[in-house]
């Protein structure tokens, strides 16, 4: 392609063809390697028909215009059939012209490229492959707010690597070879979600539920001490989407860096969590943890969440410090969340490598006889089953900013007992979700992910 003397410099050619034999309607030209578009250069075309002389059938679509959008030439004004554009007319008609894209992350080979999205508290921000698969979930819970979230992929690929010895001296577990290197403007609270496809992390061996999310300051690749590392155990998660299974690592966070995922079943600190559970006492909880081999640690802090994801800082408690003998340790939970309450235990040490209990849960009040599934809704269709006195009558959706953007109302025959309820998400975009039920004896509020 000749640049006509009416474009501007600097372009460059994407695609490049003598002759296409066109067809009636949409025409595809596909570019033969992968262009990053920065959503604001021009784009040109120039293409001509090998008539040589005018005639009324090059018939094209297009769209009028205010102003002269476009450059045509006739075959009697150049020398080769009307592709010179030896002299040329300016035009109000802009042929219509539709893009096809893919998301800027390749899953299988996307080192270095990354993705950026702005996020204040309540935001949420999915960054996908080529293939449209969602590959990392992050969304803000609180604190400052982060503002210009950028995540990479800085190291790709389906191998398991042996670990690194900071983060087992034995340097028999491996680490996920795809790692994420995340950053932003500002710290704040957020919920990470990183999503694996099967393939991606079977050759880590061992159980998918059982894996642990490492966390480093740094790069994970370019990590030598666990000095400010953390290893946690995520809520886990699989879906299935077009045949092909994915597992989800969840955790929450105030601080970005680099992330992967483990077979490592050790500790990163010299402790040994022998248990750690909650028990219902009356009107509070019991939270009761035993250790041993507690060498260099700082304190322990009791995280409280009211959905297993959203973790807050309740209580802290400062080490015995009795090295590799046992310590018994209680506290004590005094106003308990109604309905569900999640715990679990962080462990610092005096060099902040930090790490994270199961986690544990207490019911208070009646459980509710509404359940919801699958969630994460996969193929646009929500069931909802309700057993017992709590019959629906409405369900609606809340989006993020708190505002009900669809409701369903139903019929509830509060003499059977149970009550199935099919909803059509199709509508709704990838995204998180309140789904809020409405019935006769009670109100019910679940939060659920669309992938």
Not at 89 to 98: C, L, V
Request: include cysteine; hydrophobic fraction near 35%.
């Amino acid at each position: 392609m000749t640049t006509p003397s009416y474009a501007e410099t600097g372009l460059t050619t994407l695609v490049n063809n003598a002759t296409v034999s066109v067809v009636s309607g949409w025409n595809t030209f596909n570019i033969s390697s992968p262009y990053y578009w920065d959503g604001s250069s021009n784009i040109l075309f120039e293409f001509c028909f090998n008539n040589t002389s005018s005639t009324n059938s090059d018939v094209i679509s297009s769209t009028s215009k205010s102003s002269n959008v476009a450059m045509f030439n006739l075959s009697s004004t150049g020398s080769d059939n009307g592709c010179s554009l030896a002299g040329f007319y300016s035009e109000t008609e802009q042929p219509d012209i539709r893009f096809n894209y893919t998301p800027i992350m390749d899953a299988s080979n996307a080192t270095n490229k990354s993705a950026v999205s702005y996020l204040t508290t309540g935001d949420i921000a999915f960054f996908y492959d080529d293939q449209d698969k969602a590959l990392v979930k992050i969304q803000q819970t609180g604190g400052t707010n982060l503002e210009c979230v950028n995540v990479s992929i800085d190291r790709s690929g389906s191998s398991a690597l042996t670990s690194p010895t900071w983060l087992d001296p034995t340097a028999t577990s491996k680490i996920s070879q795809k790692t994420f290197y995340i950053t932003s403007t500002n710290n704040g609270n957020y919920d990470i979600t990183l999503i694996y496809k099967a393939s991606e992390i079977s050759a880590l061996g061992g159980t998918a539920s059982s894996y642990k999310m490492i966390k480093t300051p740094n790069k994970i690749q370019n990590t030598t001490a666990s000095v400010g590392a953390q290893l946690v155990a995520p809520t886990y998660g699989t879906f299935t989407s077009d045949g092909v299974t994915f597992h989800t690592y969840t955790s929450s966070f105030a601080t970005f860096s680099g992330f992967a995922v483990t077979n490592y079943a050790g500790s990163l600190l010299p402790l040994n969590l022998i248990s750690f559970k909650a028990i219902k006492n009356e009107n509070a909880v019991d939270l009761l943890w035993e250790t041993t081999n507690e060498i260099n640690l700082k304190e322990f802090i009791i995280e409280r969440s009211a959905n297993g994801q959203d973790f807050y800082p309740i209580l802290t408690k400062e080490p015995a410090g009795q090295g590799a003998q046992l310590s018994k340790y209680s506290s004590k939970d005094l106003q308990p969340l109604s309905g569900v309450s999640y715990y679990r235990l962080k462990s610092t040490s005096l060099d902040q490598k930090s790490e994270y209990s199961k986690i544990v849960q207490v019911i208070f009040g009646k459980k509710s006889s509404i359940s919801l599934f699958p969630n994460p809704v996969t193929n646009n269709k929500l069931y909802i089953v309700s057993t017992g006195a709590s019959s629906i009558n409405e369900v609606q959706v809340i989006d993020s900013k708190g505002t009900v953007i669809k409701a369903f109302k139903f019929y509830a025959d509060l003499n059977s007992g149970s009550q199935s309820i099919e909803l059509d998400l199709n509508e709704l975009p990838i995204g998180n979700y309140v789904i809020r039920t409405l019935g006769n004896s009670q109100t019910e509020v679940f939060k659920i992910q669309k992938l």
